[in-house]
């Protein structure tokens, strides 16, 4: 495993150092990158050299700071990686390179069926919670690449940094486009020497989104739908945020997200009181929910939490409901954002797509 480490440096500095996986070579100081134009992502810059790109994650809590830098050799080795997201996790089977995925976290939430035939196969290990994965299982799989998803003021990651294994800080998750978390492709697909296939794959995810916002850009406001999200969990509604990837999507669908007003790109805990007063008259509800047994319908949601029945989309049925435990939802819209923009302009407006079947959400 420790031979690999040149292929990927990680700092926590402001500027990476070079020299040991170049030769002694100083290619800041004698060549001039070129930096890959990135239309979307907000987080991440790639800057291509003679043979390696030099990769910058920006924070998303503070646009001063760096999350980190490294460099990517343009054959990289990558052969044993763990990914603590299904998400991720998904990318790789699509990139091709499901037999360098050796290790997974929480294997009980994937649905991609490849990669649940391989946990089953004993291809690939479950090292359980992402937030306290099982280091001694982690030392034992002898990876040369972690993939994670950084969170605001956690540094150590159970001390993972002290296994000497590479490690990737994903932060696509905290995009606030669409497509600019689908752009972070380009970077994943590098990791593996799929830098080309990612690029294609990204283009033509990028034309297929625009193909179809282009069918709402002309819908006026008065026709745009009043869109509610999920339901209470606990003792808080989490809500998606005002600028985040949901957020945006609903509005590229000709829709109105009710808490569009709101700051935050991540979830947001509210009462119930509170999404009450301000969704109650929305016009479509879209619950995720994650239930193995059975799909949700109309009358069980009510007798799940009688109050519920007091939203206007409950009692006129424009509820629809995507059972994540049947579907790859949040491995694959995340990276496909166009194929969730699709059902969400056959929900609003179905007119626009009469022959068009969902692929994720159901009606209730």
């Given amino acids: 495993m420790r031979h690999l480490l040149h292929n990927i440096i990680l700092t926590a500095a402001m500027v990476c150092t070079l020299t040991s996986c170049h030769g002694g070579k100083s290619p800041?100081?004698?060549?001039?990158?070129?930096?890959l134009a990135l239309r979307y992502a907000e987080y991440l810059t790639l800057i291509k050299y003679e043979d390696y790109t030099e990769v910058l994650i920006h924070s998303p809590w503070d646009k001063d700071k760096l999350?980190?830098?490294?460099?990517?050799?343009?054959?990289?080795?990558?052969?044993?990686?763990?990914?603590?997201?299904?998400?991720?996790?998904?990318?790789?089977?699509?990139?091709?390179?499901?037999?360098?995925?050796?290790?997974?976290?929480?294997?009980?939430?994937?649905?991609?069926p490849r990669i649940r035939e391989a946990?089953?196969?004993?291809?690939?290990s479950n090292i359980g919670s992402a937030m306290t994965p099982d280091r001694e299982r982690i030392?034992?799989?002898?990876?040369?690449?972690?993939?994670?998803s950084p969170y605001e003021n956690a540094s150590t990651y159970g001390n993972l940094e002290s296994l000497g294994i590479p490690i990737v800080q994903c932060a696509d998750y905290m995009e606030t486009s669409a497509l600019g978390r689908a752009e972070w492709i380009r970077l994943y697909g590098r990791l593996f020497g799929k830098g080309h296939e990612a690029d294609s794959l990204f283009t033509a995810i990028e034309a297929q989104y625009h193909s179809l916002k282009v069918l709402t850009d002309s819908i006026p406001s008065q026709q745009r739908p009043t869109v509610l999200f999920d339901t209470q969990n606990g003792s808080a509604w989490y809500v998606p945020g005002g600028r985040s990837t949901m957020a945006q999507l609903i509005?590229?669908?000709g829709g109105w997200y009710i808490f569009?007003?709101?700051?935050?790109?991540?979830?947001?805990?509210?009462?119930?009181?509170?999404?009450?007063?301000?969704?109650?008259?929305?016009?479509?509800?879209?619950?995720?929910?994650?239930?193995?047994?059975?799909?949700?319908?109309?009358?069980?949601l009510g007798q799940t939490y009688q109050p519920y029945t007091l939203f206007s989309a409950y009692q006129h049925g424009n509820v629809y409901g995507c059972n994540s435990a049947e579907l790859i939802f949040y491995e694959e819209t995340p990276f496909h954002p166009e194929r969730l923009l699709h059902d969400y302009i056959k929900i609003l407006h179905p007119a626009l797509l009469p022959s068009d079947t969902l692929r994720y959400f159901h009606k209730l």
Wanted: proline share 3%.
């Fill in 139 to 148: 030392i034992g799989l002898d990876a040369d690449l972690i993939l994670l």
């Fill in 251 to 253: 509005s590229d669908a």
């Fill in 260 to 300: 569009s007003d709101n700051a935050k790109s991540g979830s947001v805990p509210l009462s119930f009181e509170t999404v009450l007063e301000r969704g109650q008259q929305a016009d479509i509800w879209l619950i995720r929910y994650n239930n193995s047994r059975q799909r949700m319908c109309l009358p069980h």
């Fill in 119 to 124: 946990l089953s196969a004993g291809r690939i």
């Fill in 67 to 112: 999350l980190q830098t490294f460099t990517i050799n343009d054959n990289p080795e990558f052969s044993r990686t763990i990914s603590f997201t299904a998400t991720h996790s998904s990318l790789i089977e699509e990139l091709g390179m499901l037999d360098a995925l050796i290790g997974v976290c929480e294997a009980e939430y994937i649905a991609n």
């Fill in 28 to 35: 800041h100081t004698h060549v001039q990158g070129d930096t």
